[in-house]
């Protein structure tokens, strides 16, 4: 009995552990189609997680001081257990309309991590005070046993907890998320944590009870906790299945949202990343062509140098790479994007078409396919994103340099602010200029400094002029090379 009890107990500690963490991941996936994904963000969320486990195992070793009975112990660790599946469960519905609003009040992304972390904080601290309550419990149980060690209880469930947690923390994005999906996932959490409350208060029946109070709450307690388990789980399954598109057409590394609406008398539809702040491809159906002005430069310019080999980094609606290989099925055209899973969502809810047979996806790293990849291509259009900016692993001095081997013609979509005090936008421009010197060039699509699509290209496209020859660029910016992420300190720290 007691090997069975202890085995019951290290189950509670992985489920607890492995739910905790799968659904911190769940956040930072959800949290990244408002405020991006950076290192600067996990970071920041990953943090708010380890705090919020610290105020956890401290609060439950508080509960423990005046916890007498194992029974009294066991109680405790599910209720706890029960709230932080109520706490997560609330935190899903409140996390979109939460983001959305941060990102209408505050620029800063990080404000908005702090934000997120604390919301599912509060439902991770009640998890992690539960360990402590089961160490109490096995100490209290078995305290007549020469044999027990509380040291040896409490390091047995803290390392079955933290493996929980790694397993939470690998599986979800590796298999979880993209084979089953990002709600399917979020029920399984919640079920498990559930599942974690429901056994301790099983288990409390095992246990001992010489505190004669304890009477008036032996029916009570646990049905209290199976009350709070059934509320959890019901209101997951009830966001789940009315709020699905809220959360967007999901992918395992990005989630794409999808408008249709009336172009100059014609259906078109639109794709974003980040819905209310960006747009990344728009597509009218009837003449089969983007309806962006970067789209129309960006296919003038495949004409203008007259390319029939061309690659894309970055794939979005792939509208643009659409335009071009339907009206010149001749012209073999790859399509470079990390997420894997965006040509099922392109062709069922953007294009609602097979792409072009003269399409080739790739789905990688642009860098990585590059540096195990000599194929030569006459035109490159650069057009990764993270939410509302580039993937700046793009437009380092190293990145561009390895591209121009690859292609003689580069062409790249930026978004930022023409205008000398915006570090951001002057750190692309100067690794342009200094990638490509006198041919770097630059198509501002409107004379003021507001936040706008912004056309580098290593040639004459279009209206473009000479970089050099712009009053807004500041010659002495710093350089963005592989050891400084300048980028990202512009984006996310505001410099």
Request: charged share 15%; net charge neutral; with cysteine.
């Amino acid at each position: 009995m007691k090997r069975n009890i202890v085995a019951a107990c290290l189950i509670v500690a992985l489920l607890e552990g492995f739910a905790g963490l799968g659904i911190e991941i769940y956040a930072i996936r959800i949290s990244a189609t408002y405020i991006g994904s950076s290192i600067s963000i996990t970071g920041v969320i990953l943090a708010m997680v380890l705090i919020a486990i610290a105020v956890g195992y401290w609060y439950g070793g508080k509960l423990s001081q005046g916890t007498k009975t194992p029974r009294q112990a066991l109680l405790k660790a599910g209720k706890v257990l029960a709230i932080s599946a109520l706490f997560h469960a609330f935190a899903c519905i409140a996390q979109l309309p939460l983001l959305a609003l941060m990102s209408l009040t505050t620029s800063n992304p990080m404000i908005s991590a702090m934000g997120v972390g604390l919301l599912y904080g509060v439902g991770l601290a009640f998890g992690s005070t539960s360990i402590p309550l089961i160490t109490q419990f096995l100490t209290l149980q078995y305290e007549s046993d020469d044999n027990v060690d509380a040291g040896k209880n409490a390091g047995m469930m803290v390392a079955i907890t933290t493996i929980g947690s790694v397993l939470g923390s690998t599986v979800t994005p590796i298999l979880l998320l993209p084979y089953i999906g990002l709600m399917s996932s979020l029920a399984l959490f919640i079920v498990a944590l559930g599942a974690s409350a429901l056994l301790c208060t099983k288990l409390a029946s095992y246990a001992r009870d010489t505190d004669e109070n304890m009477a008036k709450t032996r029916m009570s307690a646990p049905l209290v906790n199976y009350i709070t388990v059934g509320l959890a789980v019901l209101i997951t399954f009830s966001f789940i299945f009315t709020n699905r598109v809220d959360t967007g057409y999901q992918t395992a590394t990005s989630a794409w949202f999808i408008q249709y609406f009336n172009y100059k008398g014609n259906e078109a539809v639109v794709i974003t990343d980040k819905p209310g702040v960006s747009t990344s491809s728009c597509w009218v159906y009837e003449t089969k062509k983007n309806c962006h002005e970067y789209g129309v430069a960006a296919v003038n310019a495949v004409e203008q140098v007259s390319a029939d080999k061309l690659v894309f980094l970055g794939g979005a609606g792939m509208a643009i790479p659409s335009e071009i290989a339907i009206a010149h099925p001749e012209k073999d055209i790859t399509v470079i994007d990390i997420d894997k899973g965006l040509p099922d969502i392109i062709e069922k809810h953007f294009l609602k078409a097979p792409l072009a047979k003269n399409i080739t996806f790739i789905g990688n790293d642009a860098r990585g396919f590059f540096a195990s990849n000599n194929t030569k291509y006459n035109f490159m259009f650069i057009d990764a994103f993270q939410g509302g900016r580039v993937a700046s692993n793009l437009f380092t001095l190293e990145a561009l340099d390895r591209f121009s081997q690859s292609s003689e013609n580069i062409m790249a979509n930026v978004i930022g602010r023409p205008k000398k005090d915006d570090g951001y936008t002057q750190t692309l421009l100067r690794n342009w200029q200094v990638t490509f010197n006198e041919n770097a060039y630059i198509l501002t699509s409107s004379n003021d400094d507001s936040l706008q699509n912004i056309l580098l290209c290593n040639f004459a496209c279009g209206d473009s002029q000479k970089i050099s020859q712009m009053n807004f660029v500041a010659q002495n910016q710093a350089v963005h090379t592989d050891d400084i992420p300048r980028l990202d300190r512009y984006y996310y720290r505001s410099l």
